[in-house]
């Protein structure tokens, strides 16, 4: 039977994180004398009495957590926080209907990025810091982030992380559960600062350093700018981007091993992170000799630009120093590939995971090989572990779920009238969590303020789905998700 009282309880904790969130923000609209503040005052104390009624339908809750139990706090937490986090777009009035204010705050805590703001520039500096503390929080997950700083959730801690992490391996730094998110956020917090500090000597203004480090480690991709990173026309700040997207979509077990425990060549030798790196090194290639040939781009600019690119889709960071869209299709191409592929397992990034792409080329090297020797043992291998056969199975089961979620939703939205092109790119962009999309319509640097408001709410689903990797809402579906035995 599911344990609802512990899951109101648990959820009514989350709410009172979210009030010192509000809390930064609403100094911050202090700090500068805007008229945001009214509506961060409404927006905390709703959010507190929130918590409180959560707290309260959960009194006297059994401290018994189970796997069903796990799945249904994890989505519902998601789709709850997002909801409080719509407020102050709502109250202050600079977002004015529900359906867009939820879909930039469920955009902002899944880190997708996609916006359907037109003119970013003309909110007040608490309302930006918030959606910049939105893709912050939900860089690492709303409720890892719990993990690491409140105590356990009776005995279901693992069942928890599991409902909520990424990649289909889930390497351990620590044997505590609780120990291993803090070293996690730790590392992220470390990234963040390292990012802002090299910003800013690079020649960003404060607000502006603080703001693109937290949606760069959280590879998220909102700015306080209409161009992005484009708007400051600065070579240093560009690699500096792509030099923290990267690390940002590094395995964090990958980084902790490299800088705590100095395992250099195990770094260097994981088959995913070779493959994460053997992809850049490619598409922006790729991209590099496209601009120089056929957009006459310098060198040198193409270089930076392909790669600052490659980085953002690859990363689903979706961050943009320049019109993607002004290029040659073939181009849309290889980013719509990136987008597809994501970063590594147990890093910020969203899309497929390179672990996984690792592992179907294993799978089908595998095949090929059987068709000349039938009889032969084909173990599927990844840094010398090898895969059982039910995680084969779930990689195919997550291909197909996935494509079939695309397929959907490109198919709903050509109904809808919207054009080819961005259907199928807008319908990966939300799934892989990247945020731009590509076409003409609506392309990488414009906003998605022109779809239909039945469109944006399937978008928020798909963007959730994607951020939880589809089966932990899916399952919520299912006729045997809801019975006792």
């Not at 959606?131 to 690492?140: C, D, E, K, P, V």
């Not at 030099?243 to 990958?254: E, I, K, N, P, R």
């Not at 790196?277 to 290639?285: F, G, P």
């Amino acid at each position: 039977m599911l344990n609802l009282k512990l899951i109101y309880k648990i959820i009514g904790t989350l709410l009172f994180i979210e009030v010192p969130m509000m809390l930064w923000c609403l100094g911050m609209s202090f700090y500068y004398g805007e008229d945001d503040s009214l509506a961060f005052v409404i927006s905390i104390i709703l959010t507190a009495l929130g918590g409180i009624f959560f707290k309260y339908l959960g009194r006297n809750s059994t401290n018994s957590l189970g796997r069903r139990d796990s799945y249904l706090l994890v989505t519902t937490t998601w789709i709850v926080f997002s909801l409080f986090g719509s407020f102050p777009f709502l109250i202050s009035g600079y977002i004015n209907n529900f359906t867009d204010a939820y879909f930039e705050t469920i955009s902002g805590f899944t880190t997708t990025g996609c916006s359907i703001l037109d003119d970013v520039e003309c909110l007040p500096h608490g309302l930006l810091f918030w959606r910049t503390m939105t893709q912050w929080i939900g860089g690492l997950g709303i409720v890892f982030f719990t993990i690491a700083i409140l105590p356990s959730f009776g005995n279901g801690n693992v069942k928890v992380f599991s409902a909520e992490a990424t990649g289909p391996i889930r390497a351990r730094m620590h044997p505590r559960l609780s120990t291993q998110a803090k070293w996690i956020w730790s590392i992220y917090l470390m990234l963040t600062i390292g990012c802002g500090i090299c910003y800013y000597l690079a020649g960003m203004g404060l607000f502006d350093c603080l703001n693109y480090s937290m949606t760069t480690t959280a590879t998220g991709g909102f700015a306080t700018h209409n161009a992005s990173t484009g708007y400051f026309h600065n070579p240093y700040i560009d690699y500096t981007a792509i030099a923290f997207m990267f690390l940002s979509g590094t395995s964090f077990v990958l980084l902790y091993s490299l800088l705590f425990k100095g395992r250099i060549k195990q770094f260097f030798k994981n088959a995913e992170f070779k493959f994460y790196v053997m992809v850049v090194l490619i598409a922006a290639t790729a991209v590099t000799i496209i601009l120089v040939f056929d957009n006459n781009y310098k060198v040198l600019d193409a270089i930076r630009v392909s790669l600052f690119q490659v980085m953002s889709f690859i990363t689903t960071t979706g961050i943009f120093n320049d019109d993607a869209a002004q290029w040659h299709h073939i181009t849309w191409v290889i980013l719509t590939i990136c987008m597809f592929c994501g970063a590594c397992s147990g890093s910020t990034s969203g899309g497929f995971k390179c672990i996984r792409s690792v592992m179907l080329v294993n799978i089908l090297r595998n095949e090929i090989k059987r068709i000349l020797h039938p009889r032969a043992v084909l173990p599927v291998k990844v840094n010398e572990t090898t895969i059982p056969y039910s995680s084969q199975v779930t990689l195919l089961a997550f291909l197909a779920a996935y494509m079939c979620l695309c397929l959907f939703t490109y198919f709903i939205m050509i109904v809808t009238g919207v054009d080819s092109t961005n259907s199928i790119t807008i319908a990966i962009s939300c799934a892989s969590n990247v945020g731009p999309t590509l076409g003409l319509e609506i392309g990488p640097t414009m906003s998605w303020s022109i779809l239909p408001s039945i469109v944006k709410w399937l978008l928020s689903a798909l963007m959730l789905m994607g951020r939880l990797e589809i089966f932990s809402v899916v399952v919520l579906f299912t006729p045997t998700f809801w019975k006792d035995n």
